[in-house]
Every structure is written in C-alpha cells, then in structure tokens.
C-alpha cells in the first residue's frame, strides 16, 4: 500500500471538532430584505448545524435562522451547501424578547409550538444578545 493511498483511505473519514446531536426541528430562514424561507434543522453542535432545505432555493453568505417553538434566533453564515441541505456556522445567537415570542406563537400551528428554552447548544463562551 502507498502512502498516496492510506492518505486518501484516511480522507474519507471526516474529523469533527465537536459532536453533532441529530434534531429534526422546524425552522424558518430569514433574509435581509424579510423573506423567510421554511425550512429543517437536521443536526447541531455547538458551532453549526445542518439545514434542509429546497436545493432550488438560493441562500445569500448570512443569514437568520429561527427555531419554531424555541425564544432563540441564530446569525449564521453559510459553510457549505449539498443537494437539498445546507451546512451553517452559528456566528451568535439572541434570545427573542416574550413578546415578540408570544406574538410568533399566535401564527403557528399548535403541534408546532413546543415549550423549552435554547437551542439545546450551549453557547460559545458569549453571552446572549439581542440583534
């Protein structure tokens, strides 16, 4: 065996910084100009996650993304993008105000309302903050 080859053997094996928590959460996308895309939360570490969402559907390099059910938005940049899913980096996260949460939940179907907090991702040694 080559040494080519036991590099490229060791290629196929993707190292990961942190663990992926598999979800299946539903979230909307929102971008600048205020169009919101639906779309899912398939996994998430603490620095990331994997979206699905229509491969026709073009994203922009940032963008929100929102939790349904959950008081959290998450700033995230694009990292990469395969068929119908995207990969994010969480930039920050900011909590949503009661408010504009209770307001949120009056639009939504109720089997898509779920209590609890966070994202279920502890933060990255930041505190939470509204943008």
Same mark, same amino acid.
């Given at each position: ?11 196929? %094996? ?26 899912? +939360?398939?996994? %998430?570490?603490?620095? /990331?996650?994997? +979206?699905? +969402? ?6 922009p390099p940032v963008f929100t993304l929102r939790i349904v059910g959950r ?28 408010? %504009? ?15 609890? /907090?966070?994202?279920? +991702? ?10």
């Open positions: 065996m080559t040494e080519a080859a036991g590099h490229q053997e060791s290629d196929s %094996v993707v190292a990961r910084r942190e663990e992926r928590n598999p979800t299946n959460w539903i979230a909307t996308i929102r971008l600048r100009d205020g169009t919101e895309i639906a779309c899912t +939360v398939k996994d %998430v570490s603490k620095s /990331g996650a994997r +979206v699905g +969402v229509p491969a026709s559907q073009e994203l008081d959290f938005l998450c700033l995230v940049s694009l990292a990469w993008r395969r068929g119908d899913y995207a990969g994010v980096r969480i930039e920050r996260i900011g909590k949503i105000t009661a408010a %504009v949460a209770q307001n949120a939940k009056e639009y939504q179907p109720a089997a898509a309302v779920q209590d609890g /907090g966070g994202i279920g +991702v502890p933060s990255r040694k930041r505190a939470i903050s509204s943008f």
